[in-house]
């Protein structure tokens, strides 16, 4: 059995983060993670997934541990800031006055605690962008438990809710990865990023083997609020879904298409290909929801969708034309039947 850590040991967030994966604070601070987001593009003919994400946060900068498991050692990258930037925008409802079209659609570090290495490995020590990545392997799941806990991330705040969740992970041998912000690499970095602020921070692009298309959750259910919104955009030769995820976007882009959504969003195109679908899919968790990872599979329906919201207020021809055809007609009968 091997199993690799991903611990990643970051910018904190005193009250909330936007990230993959599970957050551990010392017992004097408390983390909770109201969002996730992630790009994920799967590759069937090769089994190989790539999933970005983008950390943030907000508050006071503390220390605190990032795991995020993964079922294969995986390959890293950098990527741009403004990646899921122009995810969102692409893929945001198309906004219509009422007046332009009548419908009734609304919507459509150390490595390792000081002796308590045994048993765990670091497969991967390396600078990627702003972060300092380790990738660890362990093949005891007491290993990981007891290092987190001389950290100071497992105690008795979330130590009974978290060994479960971790043994599990270990118990199916998967890879997990780790990332420590550099603080010089980031004080460089964010001064070309004069609008840096919440869900700025650099993604990181993780590409690793895999059976399925898979986002890790459950380890979520640690530090997940009651509302927690999960958005996954899906790239891959076929729309994607996974249970209870509302599509907010589905779209196959063809080479002109594609050559022309490049134009406004040149970071988003960067990861597409013609042929090829991408979906925007939208679930709202909470940590009871969390108990099992989240598998994507190929969708029914083929359609491409993308939802229209209608605003502003309907001409009133629209409304007195049928009105006053029903007038007219009621006078009309009620005069055939007035008595000679």
Do not use: K
């Not at 925008?89 to 006055?97: D, F, M």
């Not at 195109?269 to 599979?297: C, I, K, S, W, Y």
């Amino acid at each position: 059995m091997r199993t690799a850590l991903i611990l990643a040991v970051t910018l904190a967030v005193a009250a909330a983060a936007r990230a993959d994966g599970g957050l551990f604070a010392p017992w004097q601070y408390r983390i909770y993670e109201n969002e996730q987001t992630a790009l994920l593009d799967w590759d069937a003919d090769r089994g190989v997934e790539t999933l970005t994400i983008q950390p943030g946060f907000t508050g006071d900068v503390q220390e605190f541990a990032w795991v995020v498991p993964l079922p294969a050692e995986p390959q890293l990258r950098a990527a741009e800031v403004e990646l899921f930037a122009d995810l969102f925008r692409a893929t945001r409802p198309v906004y219509r006055q009422r007046d332009e079209a009548w419908s009734c659609e609304s919507t459509g570090y150390d490595a390792l605690a000081p002796g308590q290495n045994d048993g765990v490995d670091v497969l991967q020590d390396v600078a990627v962008g702003i972060y300092d990545v380790m990738v660890l392997a362990s093949d005891q799941a007491s290993s990981l438990v007891d290092t987190l806990d001389v950290w100071g991330y497992l105690h008795e705040d979330n130590r009974e809710l978290a060994t479960p969740i971790l043994e599990d992970y270990v118990a199916r041998d998967w890879v997990f990865v780790t990332v420590r912000v550099d603080s010089a690499s980031f004080a460089e970095w964010v001064q070309d990023v004069p609008w840096f602020g919440y869900g700025t921070v650099q993604p990181l692009e993780m590409a690793f083997a895999a059976e399925a298309p898979i986002y890790p959750m459950r380890i979520s259910a640690i530090s997940a609020t009651a509302d927690s919104r999960v958005t996954v955009f899906a790239v891959a030769d076929e729309r994607l879904i996974f249970e209870g995820a509302e599509t907010r976007y589905a779209n196959r882009f063809g080479e002109q298409e594609l050559a022309a959504f490049a134009e406004h969003w040149p970071h988003a195109a960067e990861r597409l290909q013609p042929g090829r679908f991408l979906t925007r899919l939208e679930r709202t968790m909470g940590p009871e929801d969390m108990d099992a990872d989240l598998v994507l599979e190929p969708s029914d329906d083929r359609r491409e969708f993308r939802p229209v919201v209608y605003s502003g207020v309907v001409d009133v021809g629209v409304f007195l034309v049928p009105v006053l055809a029903v007038l007219t007609i009621g006078r009309w009968r009620a005069r055939r039947c007035q008595p000679r």
